[in-house]
C-alpha cells in the first residue's frame, strides 16, 4: 500500500512539475561558440550565464530559460547555420555569441536585417557592434578592438618603452580590424612591420614568422590571435636565442583555450607576455560579498570547473557571460512577453536600450549600458568602454592577474 502510495505521489510530483514547465512557457538561448578548439572560453561563457539565470530560477516573467549548446568550431559557416536555425525556432530569444568575431562581422548584415538579437560577452572585432542603423540587433559586453588595439599599443610604447614594434596579426576580419586600430594608434612616429598568418599556423609556419621578426629592428611583438596558433608562436619566440627574444604583447584570444599548459616552460623560463583582459581580478585579496555570493553559486553548479576558482581557465568569460545574462534578465523583466517570437525578440531590443535602473554586475554597477546607436554615438551598443580594459599575466601556476605600470609578476 505504501508502495503504490508513493508511486502515485512521484507520478503526480512528476506531471505537475511538467504541467508548471508548460504553463510557465519556454524560451531558448543559444550559445554560438567554439566548444572545440576553444572550449576553456565557451563553458566560461556558458558557466557565468548560467549563473545569471540560476539566481532568479532559469525562469523569467514567467518563462523558462533553456540554454542550448551549439559548437561552431571556429567556422564562420556553422556559425551561419546556427544563425538560420534560430531564426526558424519558434522559442528563440537570443544568440549568445563567441569567442571568434569573424561570424559576426561576416555576417553583421544579415543578422541586423533579420532581426536576430546577439549578445555578445566574447569577441572584440569593432564592427562587430557598428552597424548603420538606428535599429540595431548586436549587443556588446567585451573588449571592443576599437580601443583594445590602442590599450596594447599604449602598453608597449609607453610601458615597454619600445620605439618599434613587429605587428603579428591572423588574416581574418579580425585581424584586419586590430591592424586598422593599431596602425592608427601607432600612427608615423613609431615604426611597425606588419606579418600575416592564417588559422592552424604550426609551429614549422611559426618559426619562419619568428625568424623574420628577429632581423628587424623592432623592440617587441603586437600579437592578435587566439591560443591554437598562439601557443606556437610563443615557442618559436622562445626557441629564438635569449639575447634576440622580444616581448610579446598579446590580444586576449590566447586566454581562450589551454595555452597555458602548452607554454608554461617558455612562460616560466623568463620569455616575457602581457595581455589584456578586462579590469575585473578573481584572484584579487578582497573579494566583495556579491562577488563570493557568485562564486558559491557557480561552484555548487559547476563543482568540477570551481574546485579551485583561482584556476578558472577564461576567467573573463565567466565575468562577461555572467554581467551579460543579468542585463538580459533585466530586460526580460520589464516587458510583456506574451507574442511572437520575433515581437518579443524586438521589445527586449529596445528594453535594452533603455534600462536606466542599476544592474549590478561583476565588473561594475551597470547604470545604462546600452542606447541607441547612431554615428554620433558608436558606442551606444558597448557596455565596457577604454576605463575597463587592462593588461595581464600568468603567474608560474597559470593564474591570471591584471598587472599595473607599478605591478608586474
Keep these: 500500500m505504501r508502495l503504490v502510495f508513493w508511486l502515485f505521489f512521484v507520478f503526480n510530483c512528476s506531471a ?9 512557457g ?24 548560467m549563473t545569471a539565470l540560476n539566481e532568479v530560477g532559469n525562469t523569467v516573467n514567467g518563462y523558462q530559460i533553456n540554454f542550448l549548446e551549439k ?52 569577441a572584440a572585432g569593432g564592427p562587430i557592434t557598428r552597424y548603420p542603423d538606428v535599429k540595431n540587433w548586436v549587443f556588446r559586453l567585451s573588449l571592443d578592438d576599437t580601443k583594445a588595439g590602442m590599450k596594447m599599443v599604449e602598453y608597449a610604447t609607453q610601458i615597454l618603452k619600445c620605439n618599434s614594434v613587429d605587428l603579428l596579426l591572423e588574416n581574418t576580419p579580425w585581424g ?18 606588419v606579418y600575416w598568418f592564417n588559422w592552424n599556423v604550426k609551429l614549422s609556419q611559426a618559426s619562419i614568422l619568428l625568424k623574420e621578426i628577429e632581423q ?4 617587441c611583438v603586437l600579437f592578435v590571435g587566439n591560443a591554437v596558433e598562439g601557443k606556437y608562436f610563443v615557442k618559436a619566440m622562445a626557441n629564438l636565442p635569449k639575447e634576440k627574444q622580444k616581448p610579446i604583447v598579446s590580444h586576449w584570444g590566447i586566454t581562450g583555450g589551454d595555452f597555458f599548459n602548452s607554454v608554461s616552460g617558455e612562460l616560466n623560463n623568463g620569455l616575457p607576455l602581457y595581455f589584456l583582459q578586462s579590469c575585473f581580478d578573481l584572484n584579487r585579496p578582497d573579494l566583495d560579498l556579491h562577488t563570493q555570493q557568485v562564486l558559491d553559486i557557480a561552484a555548487k553548479l559547476f563543482p568540477d570547473e570551481f574546485k579551485q576558482k583561482k584556476h578558472l ?47 549590478t554586475g561583476l565588473m561594475k554597477v551597470y547604470q545604462r549600458p546600452y542606447s541607441i546607436w547612431s554615428e554620433d554615438n558608436p558606442d ?10 587592462c593588461m595581464a599575466q600568468f603567474n608560474n601556476t597559470g593564474q591570471i592577474h591584471i598587472i599595473t605600470p607599478q605591478r608586474e609578476l
Excluded: C
Design 313 to 359: 581557465l577564461a576567467p573573463a568569460g565567466f565575468v562577461h557571460g555572467y554581467d551579460i545574462g543579468k542585463i538580459l534578465i533585466a530586460a526580460m523583466s520589464d516587458v510583456d512577453l506574451v507574442a511572437q517570437v520575433n515581437t518579443v525578440r524586438d521589445r527586449v531590443r529596445k528594453k535594452l536600450e533603455e534600462l536606466d535602473k542599476p544592474i
Design 216 to 219: 628587424s629592428k623592432s623592440d
Design 71 to 122: 559548437d561552431n568550431r571556429g567556422n564562420s559557416n556553422r556559425s551561419f547555420l546556427t544563425m538560420k536555425r534560430f531564426l526558424n525556432d519558434p522559442k528563440g530569444l537570443a544568440i549568445l555569441g563567441g569567442l571568434h568575431s569573424p561570424p559576426y562581422i561576416k555576417y553583421r548584415d544579415f543578422i541586423n536585417e533579420n532581426g536576430l538579437l546577439l549578445l555578445v560577452p566574447w
Design 176 to 193: 584586419i580590424s586590430n591592424h586598422k586600430t593599431m596602425t592608427n594608434a601607432l600612427g608615423s612616429a613609431i615604426p611597425n612591420n
Design 16 to 24: 505537475f512539475a511538467q504541467d508548471h514547465i508548460e504553463k510557465l
Design 380 to 389: 551606444a551598443h558597448e557596455a565596457l568602454g577604454a576605463e575597463d580594459i
Design 26 to 49: 519556454v524560451f531558448n538561448i543559444y550559445h554560438d561558440s567554439d566548444y572545440s578548439t576553444h572550449n576553456p572560453s565557451a563553458v566560461a561563457m556558458q558557466m557565468g550565464f
